[in-house]
T-cell receptor, first 112, second 118 residues
Framework: DAKTTQPTSMDCAEGRAANLPCNHSTISGNEYVYWYRQIHSQGPQYIIHGLKNNETNEMASLIITEDRKSSTLILPHATLRDTAVYYCIAPPAGGATNKLIFGTGTLLAVQP | NAGVMQNPRHLVRRRGQEARLRCSPMKGHSHVYWYRQLPEEGLKFMVYLQKENIIDESGMPKERFSAEFPKEGPSILRIQQVVRGDSAAYFC????????????????FGPGTRLTVL
């Protein structure tokens, strides 16, 4: 896995956009960036992934810099239910294993 | 389409007993992964299986732990002679087969089994 670096914690006001940054300066050209989140006591939830282009789905948007050394996950209108630990992961491409290496992630606290 | 199912959701065992955790992957998924989350710690990979094959068990403790994913039925994570340090949440994930694509397949997680060893 390419090493990823995320802030330990962030606050966001309810209804505002939450922008969660991730640095992955050692990422290789064919490694995707995945985002998962874990709401307290629940199983991790897949959010989105991308390679080079920006991606958007019903949950979030993913902005990847042109040099691919960093990315930002955007929750456009954060709600209290979005309070969770968010993990940015860049698993190795190819090979025989698909294991995910979870770091410490970012604890996003959405405030009312 | 039902998600990844794990049972039991909560399991209590006394030291020295055996624990069996079951995981049914999403329909159409033939890859299963097990992760462990110790109290107040992060998620750690344990093992990656395909039907009837263990692909990567680099995260499995050397003793007492085993995993299988038979041709029919759920994947089983088995812990023999449990100790208090085995108390944790055990999560299973599954992913589909993406033939010919050299990327890590998106993994979908179950709700977990919380094991408590008394």
């Amino acid at each position: 896995d390419a090493k990823t670096t995320q802030p330990t914690s962030m606050d966001c006001a309810e209804g505002r956009a939450a922008n969660l940054p991730c640095n992955h300066s050692t990422i290789s050209g064919n490694e995707y960036v995945y985002w998962y989140r874990q709401i307290h006591s629940q199983g991790p939830q897949y959010i989105i992934h991308g390679l080079k282009n920006n991606e958007t789905n019903e949950m979030a948007s993913l902005i990847i810099t042109e040099d691919r050394k960093s990315s930002t996950l955007i929750l456009p209108h954060a709600t209290l239910r979005d309070t969770a630990v968010y993990y940015c992961i860049a698993p190795p491409a190819g090979g025989a294993t698909n294991k995910l290496i979870f770091g410490t992630g970012t604890l996003l606290a959405v405030q009312p | 389409n039902a998600g990844v199912m794990q049972n039991p959701r909560h399991l209590v065992r006394r030291r020295g007993q055996e624990a069996r955790l079951r995981c049914s992957p999403m329909k159409g998924h033939s890859h299963v992964y097990w992760y462990r989350q110790l109290p107040e710690e992060g998620l750690k990979f344990m093992v990656y299986l395909q039907k009837e094959n263990i692909i990567d068990e680099s995260g499995m403790p050397k003793e007492r732990f085993s995993a299988e994913f038979p041709k029919e039925g759920p994947s089983i994570l088995r812990i023999q002679q449990v100790v208090r340090g085995d108390s944790a949440a055990y999560f299973c994930a599954s992913s589909p087969v993406i033939a010919g694509v050299g990327i890590a397949d998106t993994q979908y997680f179950g709700p977990g089994t919380r094991l408590t060893v008394l």
